[in-house]
């Protein structure tokens, strides 16, 4: 598969990471806020946006690209899914007992990566016409 420059395309990589780099943020600075709100430990937390760090920068430097490569997006794909994986075998692994916000929070950007990655889906898949 060749290179895109498909604008939703695009447009969905920078929406992936203005939204992982907002949560990487609130998470990072508000930890010790939303551990008792949540239910989450503040270490999952910070390590979570700790983690986020280093995605952001490359969805951004892929989203910022003339042409993007379509290897670079299916990487990124297949983060979103293994991300939106972790947050449901976490909910699932009984170690934490998070409030029920914690859960909504939890199941709420899972989904929301799930469609992040379905939109990057979709731009991989129109056709070459509709790519620029």
């Not at 939703?8 to 806020?33: E, H, K």
């Not at 760090?53 to 430097?61: C, D, L, Q």
């Not at 859960?103 to 889906?121: D, R, S, T």
Request: net charge positive; with cysteine.
């Amino acid at each position: 598969m060749s290179a895109h420059s498909s604008l939703f395309l695009r447009r969905a990589l920078v929406l992936d990471a203005l939204a992982s780099g907002a949560t990487a943020l609130l998470v990072i600075v508000a930890a010790g806020f939303l551990d008792a709100l949540l239910g989450l430990p503040v270490a999952l937390l910070r390590g979570a946006g700790l983690l986020l760090v280093p995605y952001v920068a490359f969805v951004a430097f892929v989203a910022t690209r003339p042409r993007i490569e379509p290897a670079a997006v299916w990487l990124i794909i297949a983060c979103n899914v293994l991300w939106a994986l972790a947050s449901f075998l976490l909910l699932l692994s009984g170690k934490f007992t998070p409030t029920g916000l914690g859960i909504a929070f939890v199941v709420a950007q899972a989904v929301v990566v799930v469609l992040l990655g379905e939109l990057q889906y979709m731009g991989l898949r129109r056709p070459a016409a509709e790519a620029t």
